[in-house]
């Protein structure tokens, strides 16, 4: 036996005010020649009965699923929790669900993401790609968060930028020697970090970078990065450019027994929610994720609109396939200042037993 769908259906709002079925889905759906007093006494009684669109029935109406897909590099990673629940809540605001999916941090499992969300008819995507990867035209409309580096991007965080603001604010503390902590080099996100601390470290400074996967290709996942080491050669500030690796340097350091931040500082990216809490508190930049979020959300919703007509560009920017992009939106990044920062150590220091020499 077939189960009744909950709630009235059209008939019954229609047969409650006397009109037709047409004019009560005009009515509902801003179409057809409905006046504004009838089309709201409609719109009333649907209220008060409790009325929900039928999501199949507007599908068969629009050609229109009212879903949109979104691509995650990591979902364990703590970051893309929060750009999931941003871009939830600005489709849900458009009236759009979402339908998540990992891509586990390979490429083919990107891929493979991909299709699963085509297969169920969505109307566009979200994708935070893979590190290095680019999205070419699959299909339906795409918005792109990744870099304003990444070819065919839509919008970003201003991850260049931010990193400067890191250099300027270690510069400022009288930092000379920096290890700049980071992931992986096929990250353009990360290389967009890196690049904007070194820029803003003057030339009698020194800099060095340590890349963590190359790192545990010899000593193993997990391994120790020689930071302990590198404050006793005389490295004051580690600028990492995660708020995970921040946790990695603030960990590896305070158990060799490195004050920080008295002998030395650490920096991160992100402000993850747990970075206020750390012993010391971070200092890190925070990503506005609501704004990259909304951008996305709206640039990929106008992308949609446009879709039963020849794709093309709007204005002050060009769509490759189904890809919206240039020019890339950038959302900048805020300095959060916390207790892991702090003015270089003065004079020599003695970092193996974390005092000051005498």
């Not at 036996?1 to 709002?13: D, F, Q, T, W």
């Not at 006046?35 to 649907?46: C, P, T």
């Not at 580690?238 to 158990?255: G, H, P």
């Not at 300095?335 to 150590?345: D, E, F, M, N, V």
Request: with cysteine.
């Amino acid at each position: 036996m077939a189960l009744a769908r909950s709630g009235p259906n059209l008939s019954r709002i229609a047969n409650s005010l006397g009109v037709s079925v047409a004019t009560v889905s005009n009515a509902l759906s801003g179409k057809g020649r409905v006046s504004a007093e009838l089309a709201e006494k409609i719109r009333s009684r649907a209220a008060e009965l409790g009325y929900v669109p039928s999501q199949a029935g507007r599908a068969l109406r629009t050609g229109r699923s009212g879903v949109l897909g979104l691509v995650l590099p990591d979902i364990a990673n703590p970051l893309f929790p929060n750009i999931a629940q941003a871009i939830e809540f600005a489709a849900s605001a458009a009236g759009y669900g979402v339908l998540i999916a990992d891509s586990r941090g390979d490429t083919a499992m990107q891929m493979e993401a991909i299709n699963r969300l085509i297969e169920r008819d969505v109307d566009g995507m979200v994708i935070v790609p893979r590190r290095g990867t680019r999205i070419a035209d699959i299909g339906c409309p795409v918005a792109v968060i990744d870099s304003p580096s990444t070819p065919g991007n839509t919008v970003a965080a201003d991850h260049w930028h931010a990193g400067r603001q890191i250099g300027d604010h270690l510069v400022a503390l009288g930092h000379e020697r920096v290890v700049i902590l980071a992931n992986n080099p096929d990250s353009n996100v990360q290389n967009d970090r890196v690049g904007g601390i070194r820029s803003a470290l003057t030339p009698h400074m020194k800099a060095e970078v340590i890349w963590a996967e190359k790192v545990e290709l010899n000593g193993g996942r997990g391994c120790t990065l020689g930071l302990a080491e590198k404050a006793r050669q005389g490295f004051t500030a580690f600028a990492a450019v995660s708020d995970l690796q921040a946790l990695r340097a603030l960990t590896e350091l305070q158990q060799a027994g490195i004050g920080v931040p008295d002998c030395a500082s650490v920096t991160g990216f992100d402000d993850l929610i747990w970075s206020p809490v750390v012993t010391p508190a971070l200092t890190t930049m925070r990503m506005d994720t609501t704004a990259i979020a909304e951008i996305a959300v709206s640039a990929l919703l106008d992308a949609i609109a446009e879709r039963p007509m020849v794709l093309s560009a709007r204005p002050a920017a060009k769509t490759y396939g189904n890809v919206v992009s240039a020019p890339t939106s950038k959302v900048p990044m805020q300095l959060i200042i916390r207790q892991s920062s702090g003015r270089a150590p003065s004079g020599n220091t003695n970092l193996a037993e974390g005092e000051h020499a005498k």
